[in-house]
Structures are given as C-alpha cells and as structure tokens.
C-alpha cells in the first residue's frame, strides 16, 4: 500500500495562501517527490515529513513553481539532515544543467562543495521508461510552453499506479496516457478555459467520462479553483492532503 501526501497544491503563485507544486507518495521500497516547488521544505516541516525519506525527486518541467526548492532542499539535506544516503533527481532533458544554473543563481551552488550523500540526476524524456529507487517511471509529452520541457508521468510504486500531470492545457491523447491508474493527480489552474497550457474545470468536467483512473484529484489550484473546494463534484488537494492507496 502507498500514501500519497499534497505538500503544496497551488498555481505559481500561491493562491488560496497554499504551497507551490509537490506531492510525496510513501511506498514500501522508499519515497519519491512529484515537483519540490519552492516552498517544498516549509511544508515538509509542516507536515512532518522528513527529508531523509525522499529516495527521488521527479520534476515535470523547468518552471520554478516545479523545481525551485530543490537548492534548498540539498542544502538543507546536507546541513540539517546529515543526509548519508543518495538523492536522485530525476527529469526532463537538461535537468542536471538547469538544477546546477538555478542554485547558482540562488547563491547555492552546488559545485565544489563537500558533498556528505550522492546526488545523481536522470534523465527521462517523454514515451522513454526509467525504473529509480522505489519506482518505474514512464514520461509523456504535455501541452505547456516549450522552453519549460514539461512532461506528465506514470509511475508504478509496488502495485500502485499514479499519474501525474504536471502542467499541461488539453491535449487529445491525455485519457490515453493516464489510462489504468490508480490515482490522476491532474492539474486545474483555471475555473474557465482560457489557456492553451493549462487546464480548467470547464474542459475536466467536459472529458472527465473519458479518464479511466481510480481516483481523480485535482490540484496547482488557481485564484478561481483555490475557492471552490467542496463545492464541486471532483475532487480538489488541499495543502497536507493524505490518501490511501
Ligand atoms: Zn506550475
Ligand atoms: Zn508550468
């Protein structure tokens, strides 16, 4: 059995005076993160969730509402944690490039420093399959601009399958590739369609026949959407959100 805990379930800008984009899933073999948005470390604290149990951090795309707490969660691995144990982190094409770009630019390099664990960066791209500490994980390509290299993923811990949109506007082929989970974390930053890259309630509600996935839970909730927990018939994340799978 997994646990899947929301750690931040806002758009890029906090919305609803939630957390940026991040989901921990607890399984069997170890733990992962989906996206460690930059606010990922209050929350964990918050929630109780110690560092030490994330084998993984995947990220869907370089937007920093997605990968820009990762500086902050190595520093705080290393000096708070102790960490011992490896970090993988795991994306896009580039990843390792944008992660070391982004901590220089925060003053948190990551070059020539005593590192006391491993940190090793994967690459994954969409329509390829990786399998990383506790998880298989297989990418698919997603509607949102370009130059982010956003990417939704499947990923199997134990018997479980979640699928993870990351940030994405409709797209013919999303039912196809989130088919058969067990869960669809999907994003939903509008109440409206008026983006090409990014979904909204409107087009969820349209197509919401048309996705085969056990449980279907909304989040990187917008102005519109972050008020309307509990007053719709899908379900929407809350900051600190748990489910059993
Ligand atoms: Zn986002
Ligand atoms: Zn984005």
Redesign the pocket.
């Known amino acids: 059995m997994s646990e899947v805990v929301f750690i931040g379930t806002s758009?890029?800008f906090g919305a609803g005076g939630r957390r940026?984009?991040a989901v921990f899933a607890r399984a069997q073999r170890g733990g992962m993160l989906f996206d460690c948005?930059a606010t990922t470390n209050t929350g964990l604290s918050q929630l109780g969730i110690s560092r030490d149990e994330i084998d993984v951090i995947l990220i869907s795309?370089f937007?920093g509402?997605?990968f820009g707490g990762i500086p902050a969660f190595l520093y705080a691995a290393l000096y708070t944690d102790l960490r011992r144990h490896p970090v993988e982190i795991v994306g896009p094409p580039d990843i390792e490039a944008r992660v070391h770009a982004l901590a220089r630019a925060m003053g948190h390099h990551l070059e020539d420093r005593e590192w006391s664990f491993p940190i090793r960066f994967r690459e994954i791209r969409p329509d390829e399959s990786l399998s990383v500490g506790p998880a298989e994980i297989e990418a698919f390509a997603t509607e949102h601009q370009p130059e982010s290299n956003p990417q939704g993923y499947r990923v199997s811990l134990g018997q479980e399958r979640i699928a993870y949109s990351?940030?994405t506007g409709w797209f013919e082929d999303l039912p196809g590739q989130i088919a058969n989970s067990d869960l669809f974390i999907c994003?939903c930053?509008l109440h409206r369609a008026q983006l090409d890259f990014?979904l909204s309630l409107d087009e969820l509600r349209e197509h919401r026949d048309d996705l085969d996935c056990g449980r279907l839970i909304l989040t990187?909730l917008g102005h519109d959407m972050a008020g309307r927990r509990g007053q719709i018939e899908i379900e929407t994340a809350d900051d600190g959100l748990a489910v059993k799978l």
Request: avoid cysteine; charged fraction near 25%.
């Open positions: 758009d890029a940026q984009s948005g795309h937007h509402d997605h990351g940030d994003e930053t990014h990187h």
